[in-house]
């Protein structure tokens, strides 16, 4: 991008996050309602929080492409949102913020030969769980054999209805300000995604991109592509928190 559209884009965006924060400012934070807890001080222990998940990490480098790593992607792209989110009054946590896996984050074993990666997605859990009102929201990269499919892919929980909500919103709201020929539509998760799986808060996987596609790599080596990206999923999580609960269970 040219430095004239660099500056439009980051005012633009910068324009999204000031709607989202007014809209969470108008519509009240002391209120946020996830699913049938309800918090009345969202700044205090037991308020609603955000813990952003960046996958893989370590000896576990997830896919990768032309190059690109996709842990190091997942990272960086969950940092950006965590600072995005915490600018504008959400509290968040990360499962990690550097290049580790977490199969030793609670020294339950001597060795993990063998069981890193076991250990690593039931640490990820824990910390998800240590949090009464979490929203779970996990970043990755996706591969795909054949090189032509691209676009970003949204996966639920299937244990929490507001799950789906925040999937379908996050989908929406990337195809509204990013990716206008996105026409996936958001996946309930089997028991082939540990976390989702397992995790009965609203908790959401999202797979950013695809490496296997040259355009989408491209994309994704461009860091303001990734400030855009983070910024509008960013906005998707606050306008679903700002939300009332619309239904369900
Ligand atoms: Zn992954």
């Not at 049938?36 to 893989?56: E, P």
């Not at 996966?155 to 195809?175: E, G």
């Given at each position: 991008?040219?430095?004239?559209?660099?500056?439009?884009?980051a005012?633009?965006y910068?324009?999204?996050?000031?709607?989202a924060?007014?809209?969470?400012?108008a519509?009240?934070?002391a209120?946020?309602?996830?699913?049938?807890?309800?918090?009345?001080?969202?700044?205090?222990?037991?308020?609603?929080?955000?813990v952003?998940?960046?996958?893989h990490?370590?000896?576990?480098?997830?896919?990768?492409?032309?190059?690109?790593?996709?842990?190091?992607?997942?990272?960086?792209?969950?940092m950006?949102?965590?600072?995005?989110?915490?600018?504008?009054?959400v509290?968040?946590?990360?499962t990690?913020?550097?290049?580790?896996?977490?199969?030793?984050?609670?020294?339950?074993?001597?060795d993990?030969t063998g069981?890193?990666?076991?250990?690593?997605?039931?640490?990820?859990?824990?910390?998800?769980?240590?949090?009464?009102?979490?929203v779970?929201?996990?970043?990755?990269?996706?591969?795909?054999?054949?090189?032509?499919?691209?676009?970003?892919?949204?996966?639920y929980?299937?244990?929490?209805?507001?799950?789906?909500?925040?999937?379908?919103?996050?989908?929406?709201?990337?195809?509204?300000?990013?990716?206008?020929?996105?026409?996936?539509?958001?996946?309930?998760?089997?028991?082939g995604?540990?976390?989702?799986?397992?995790?009965?808060t609203p908790?959401?996987?999202?797979?950013?991109?695809?490496?296997?596609?040259?355009?989408?790599?491209?994309?994704?080596?461009?860091?303001e592509y990734?400030?855009?990206?983070?910024l509008?999923?960013?906005?998707a999580?606050?306008e679903?928190?700002?939300?009332?609960?619309t239904?369900g269970?």
């Amino acid at each position: 991008m040219k430095n004239g559209g660099a500056v439009l884009a980051a005012v633009k965006y910068t324009a999204i996050a000031a709607a989202a924060a007014i809209l969470c400012i108008a519509l009240g934070r002391a209120a946020f309602t996830i699913g049938q807890r309800r918090s009345t001080d969202a700044s205090a222990d037991g308020g609603v929080l955000v813990v952003i998940d960046a996958g893989h990490g370590g000896e576990d480098g997830g896919t990768s492409g032309g190059g690109l790593v996709e842990k190091d992607l997942n990272l960086e792209v969950a940092m950006i949102m965590r600072d995005i989110l915490s600018s504008a009054g959400v509290r968040c946590a990360m499962t990690r913020t550097d290049d580790r896996l977490l199969y030793d984050a609670y020294g339950d074993l001597s060795d993990y030969t063998g069981r890193k990666k076991v250990y690593d997605l039931r640490n990820r859990l824990r910390i998800a769980e240590e949090h009464e009102n979490a929203v779970f929201v996990s970043i990755h990269m996706n591969y795909f054999a054949s090189a032509k499919y691209s676009g970003l892919q949204v996966w639920y929980s299937p244990n929490d209805p507001d799950s789906k909500r925040l999937a379908d919103l996050l989908q929406s709201t990337v195809k509204k300000y990013v990716q206008p020929d996105n026409d996936r539509e958001t996946k309930r998760a089997g028991g082939g995604i540990y976390l989702l799986d397992r995790l009965h808060t609203p908790a959401i996987l999202v797979e950013c991109g695809f490496l296997s596609n040259e355009n989408e790599r491209t994309l994704l080596s461009d860091a303001e592509y990734k400030k855009r990206l983070a910024l509008v999923m960013s906005e998707a999580i606050m306008e679903f928190l700002c939300a009332e609960r619309t239904g369900g269970e």
